[in-house]
């Protein structure tokens, strides 16, 4: 595997976590939403 491929793949795997950290904090941002809607 060339250089270039191996960088790639290593940028997509970053790109991969990253989208996965931004759904999590897209899930804990709705929560919170519900839960200030809740408070008095």
């Not at 991969?16 to 408070?39: I, R």
């Amino acid at each position: 595997m060339s250089m270039i491929e191996a960088r790639l793949k290593s940028i997509h795997h970053d790109f991969t976590l990253l989208k996965m950290h931004l759904q999590e904090l897209d899930q804990l941002n709705s929560k919170n939403q519900q839960n200030v809607q809740t408070l008095p």
